[in-house]
C-alpha cells in the first residue's frame, strides 16, 4: 500500500513537472517569436517607399522574419522532442523500479514463509523424537516429514542460487544424458512426497539430450512442483517424454484452474506470481517457472503452456534437434 502510495505521489509531481516544462517552452516561443515579430515590423515602419530598393528591402526583411520564425520552430520542435523522450525514458525506468521493488518485497514475503514452514516442522519432529520414545514406525514417519521439509528447504536453496548464476550469465558444461531416467527418477521421487496424488507418467526409454543434469532436474521438479502445488488434492498430475518429429518433448500436465491466456507469458518471468502475495493461498517464491524458462533457453529448448480440455495447465518444453 505504501509504495502505491509512493507511485501516486511521484507520477502526479512529474506529471505537473513534466507539463511545466511544455509550458514553458511554449511560452519562450510566443515571446520570441513575438519579438521577431516586433523587431521587423519596426524595420518595416523605417522603411521609405519612395526609395527604389523598397521592395527588396521589404522582401528580405519578409524572409528574415520567415527564417527566424521556422528556426523558433525547428528547435522547439528538437527540445520538445528531446524532453518528450527523456520524460519517457525517465517514466518507465521509475515504473521498472517500483515494479522490482514490488517483486523483491513480495520474494522476501514469499522466502519468509517457505523458510519458516520447513524450519518449524523439522524442530517439530526432532524435538517429538528427542522428548518422546516412539516406536520404530512413527520415527520412521516422522524422519521421512523431516526429510521431506530438508528437500524443500535443499529445492529453495538451488532456485536462488541457480538463478543468481543464470542472471550473471553463467553457462553450463553440456553433456550427453539419458533423459528418461532424469525424469523418471524425478517422478518416483514425486510419487514418494505425495502417495495420495494419482500420478500418471507415460516416459519413453532412452531420450537422450545434451544438458546439464541439475539444471535439467531442476527443469523437471519446478514443473511437477508446480503441477502438484495448483491443482487439487484428489486430482491426477500427468507426465510424458516422448519422441515428436525428432524433438525429445517433455510434458507436465494437471487438472487445475489453468493460467488466462494473458498471463501465460507473465508467469516466466522472475518474481512474478499470479495475485499477490497477501491473497494467494499457495506457496512459493515466483522463481520456479522463471527457471524453467531460463533453463530451457540455455539447452535450447522452448517451453510454452496450453490449455487442458475440462480445466487445467499443460506445460510443454520441447528440446528441439539441430541435425
Excluded at 98 to 114: D, G, K, P, S
Excluded at 282 to 298: E, F, N, P, R, V
Excluded at 315 to 320: E, N, P, S, Y
Aim: hydrophobic share 40%; glycine share 4%.
Amino acid at each position: 500500500m505504501l509504495i502505491k502510495k509512493r507511485l501516486i505521489l511521484i507520477t502526479v509531481a512529474y506529471w505537473v513537472f513534466l507539463v511545466y516544462i511544455v509550458a514553458a517552452l511554449v511560452f519562450w516561443f510566443i515571446e520570441l517569436d513575438k519579438q521577431n515579430r516586433q523587431m521587423n515590423n519596426h524595420r518595416l515602419s523605417e522603411l521609405v517607399v519612395s526609395d527604389p530598393s523598397y521592395h527588396e528591402k521589404r522582401k528580405e526583411i519578409i524572409n528574415e522574419l520567415n527564417r527566424k520564425t521556422t528556426q523558433y520552430v525547428a528547435e522547439g520542435a528538437v527540445f520538445l522532442g528531446l524532453i518528450i523522450l527523456g520524460a519517457v525514458f525517465m517514466y518507465r525506468a521509475v515504473r521498472r523500479q517500483f515494479a522490482l521493488q514490488r517483486q523483491q518485497e513480495n520474494l522476501m514475503m514469499a522466502i519468509t514463509h517457505e523458510l519458516k514452514t520447513p524450519i518449524a516442522v523439522t524442530k517439530l519432529n526432532l524435538e517429538t523424537l528427542q522428548k518422546h520414545h516412539l516406536d520404530e514406525q512413527k520415527k520412521q514417519k516422522l524422519i521421512e516429514m523431516t526429510l521431506q521439509e530438508t528437500n524443500r528447504l535443499t529445492a529453495l536453496a538451488n532456485n536462488i542460487l541457480v538463478s543468481a548464476q543464470l542472471e550473471a550469465g553463467k553457462k553450463s558444461d553440456l553433456e550427453e544424458l539419458n533423459f528418461s531416467d532424469l525424469v523418471q527418477s524425478c517422478v518416483n521421487d514425486f510419487m514418494r512426497r505425495f502417495p495420495d496424488r494419482v500420478w500418471q507418467s507415460v516416459i519413453s526409454n532412452d531420450m537422450e539430450v545434451e544438458g546439464d543434469p541439475l539444471l535439467l532436474q531442476i527443469l523437471v521438479n519446478n514443473l511437477l512442483e508446480n503441477a502438484v502445488k495448483y491443482s487439487p488434492a484428489n486430482s491426477a498430475v500427468a507426465c510424458t517424454l516422448t519422441l515428436e518429429a525428432s524433438n525429445v518433448t517433455l510434458t507436465v500436465s494437471d487438472e487445475g484452474p489453468g493460467i488466462p491466456p494473458d498471463e501465460r507469458k507473465k508467469v516466466f518471468q522472475k518474481f512474478y506470481r499470479i495475485g499477490n502475495e497477501e491473497t494467494r493461498s499457495s506457496k512459493g517464491t515466483g522463481l520456479g517457472l522463471y527457471l524453467c524458462k531460463k533453463i530451457a533457453d540455455q539447452h535450447g529448448a522452448t517451453i510454452k503452456i496450453e490449455s487442458k480440455p475440462g480445466g487445467g495447465s499443460v506445460f510443454i518444453v520441447k528440446f528441439l534437434n539441430e541435425s
